[in-house]
Every structure is written in structure tokens, then in C-alpha cells.
């Protein structure tokens, strides 16, 4: 059974860096593109940033610069790297297996991804 678990949310101030981590199992990560979303209050999940299989990275443009997204398969873990931390970052972070990665973001979603249960990212001072 494919199963997504993030983890290393948290509080951090304005400015600060933060690393998520998304450990997978169930599945053969080598072979999948890979994304994260996040969703504050009473707003629809938005993806930030995908890798594709070949590790080829895209960016929504209120975190380019500021995020990295990348994939280390043998362990099984996609990362998300986060500077420059603004307060706007706020929200609930999810992983997700098997998203369309391109460079278009409003695409991303997939009717047969699979999510994380989410990790809460608190960015305030």
C-alpha cells in the first residue's frame, strides 16, 4: 500500500529555513514524479514545487528562489528545502505521489496522486 509521511514542520520566524521530509513506501519511487502543495484555512490546496523522475524541478512563482525540491530515491525521500521563510509561507504542507510535473502549476493535479497527511508549517515572529 502506497503511503506518504511527511515530517520536520514546526515554527520558525520570518527569515528562517525549515527542511520537510517525505518518506515513501508501497511504491517504486525511481519511477514517479513527486510534488508538494499546501493549503492554509479556507483555501484550495495550491502546488509550490514538483521533480519528475529524471529530478527535473519546477516552481510556483511565489517560492522560486526561496525553495528546493529534490529526491534522494535509495532513501525513499522526497525533501523540500525551504529559505527565506516569509509569513505568507504559513500553511499546511502535503506531499504527493504521482503528480503531472511541468512547468505549469495550475496542471500539477492528478486524479490518481496519492497525499500525505500533512505537516503544519508556522512561520511568524
Known amino acids: 500500500q502506497l503511503q506518504l509521511v511527511e515530517s520536520g514542520g514546526g515554527l520558525v520566524q520570518p527569515g528562517g529555513s525549515m527542511r520537510l521530509s517525505c518518506v515513501t513506501s508501497g511504491f517504486t519511487l525511481d519511477y514517479y514524479a513527486m510534488g508538494w502543495f499546501r493549503q492554509a484555512p479556507g483555501k484550495e490546496r495550491e502546488g509550490i514545487s514538483c521533480i519528475d523522475a529524471r529530478a527535473g524541478t519546477y516552481y510556483e512563482d511565489s517560492v522560486k528562489g526561496r525553495f528546493t525540491i529534490s529526491r534522494d530515491n535509495a532513501k525513499r525521500t522526497v525533501y523540500l528545502q525551504m529559505d527565506s521563510l516569509k509569513l505568507e509561507d504559513t500553511d499546511v504542507y502535503y506531499c504527493?505521489?504521482?503528480?503531472?510535473?511541468?512547468?505549469?502549476?495550475?496542471?500539477?493535479?492528478?486524479?490518481?496522486?496519492?497525499w500525505g497527511q500533512g505537516t503544519q508549517v508556522t512561520v511568524s515572529s
Open positions: 504527493v505521489a504521482n503528480v503531472k510535473c511541468n512547468r505549469y502549476p495550475n496542471t500539477w493535479r492528478n486524479p490518481e496522486a496519492s
